[in-house]
C-alpha cells in the first residue's frame, strides 16, 4: 500500500495515474476539506495517513487523516508547515 500511494503521489502531477491505476485494485481520493490542494506523504500499516495541504490564500499546512476524520497539524509560529 505505501508503494502505491508513493507511486500516485509521484505520477499523478505528471498525468502518468493511468498506466499506474490499471493494476491498482482500488484507487480513493484524498482532499482536506476546502483545500486549495492535497498531498499525502505517508500511510502507516494501521492506515492512518499524513500530508500536507494548501488552504485558500496560499498557506500551506499538514495533516493526519485518521479514521475518516481530518486533524490539521501547524508548526508553531512557522508560516507554513
Do not use: C, Q, W
Not at 486549495?36 to 506523504?41: D, H, L, N
Not at 499538514?62 to 512557522?78: R, V
Request: aromatic share 8%; charged share 10%; hydrophobic share 45%.
Amino acid at each position: 500500500m505505501n508503494r502505491l500511494l508513493f507511486i500516485l503521489a509521484v505520477t499523478l502531477p505528471l498525468g502518468l495515474i493511468p498506466a499506474v491505476a490499471a493494476g491498482a485494485d482500488n484507487f480513493t481520493t484524498i482532499d482536506y476539506p476546502d483545500a486549495i490542494s492535497t498531498g499525502v506523504r505517508g500511510i502507516n500499516d494501521a492506515g492512518v495517513i499524513v500530508g500536507n495541504y494548501t488552504a485558500v490564500g496560499g498557506v500551506g499546512h499538514g495533516f493526519l487523516l485518521n479514521g475518516g476524520k481530518f486533524t490539521s497539524i501547524d508548526f508553531p509560529e512557522a508560516k507554513s508547515t
